[in-house]
């Protein structure tokens, strides 16, 4: 059971902080904490916007909650799904729906609980951060880039 809360918590930190980026991304040229919006789905957020937003882990998972779903191997984990968007915050606006599910995370697929909890320390590190998202049968690639 603690596991499983740790996993929510750091899958939905992790989420939770590159969805806000992107939905920053979206909002006019004057982004605050100086995101700024590459592409459709490609953004640059400074590092220190990145560490205040994973910082407050109680409010990430008021925003956006993931529930990873055990797999048939012990410590597998089958998927990550998107049980919580907040309609009116900020994942929403970047797109995120219940019912997405999280298919890898720079590349690797979260098959783990390891790998899971390791998420967002990962996110805290990274120099980039891409997600594969997956809706029906289409796969929606997002890029984060720290700097």
């Not at 309609?87 to 098959?111: Q, W």
């Amino acid at each position: 059971m603690k596991v499983r809360i740790l996993l929510l918590l750091l899958g939905a930190a992790l989420l939770a902080g590159a969805g806000w980026f992107w939905a920053s991304g979206r909002r006019p040229a004057a982004a605050p904490g100086g995101v700024r919006r590459i592409g459709e789905h490609h953004w640059t957020v400074p590092r220190s916007t990145r560490d205040a937003f994973l910082a407050d882990p109680a409010r990430l998972n008021t925003l956006f909650l993931l529930k990873p779903e055990p797999g048939n191997d012990p410590g597998s984990v089958k998927r990550l799904v998107v049980v919580r968007v907040d309609p009116a915050g900020p994942f929403h606006e970047a797109g995120f729906r219940v019912g997405d599910l999280i298919l890898s995370v720079n590349g690797a697929p979260v098959a783990t609980q390891e790998r899971a909890l390791n998420l967002l320390h990962e996110a805290r590190t990274c120099a980039s951060l891409r997600v594969d998202v997956g809706r029906g049968r289409a796969v929606v690639r997002c890029r984060v880039d720290f700097e």
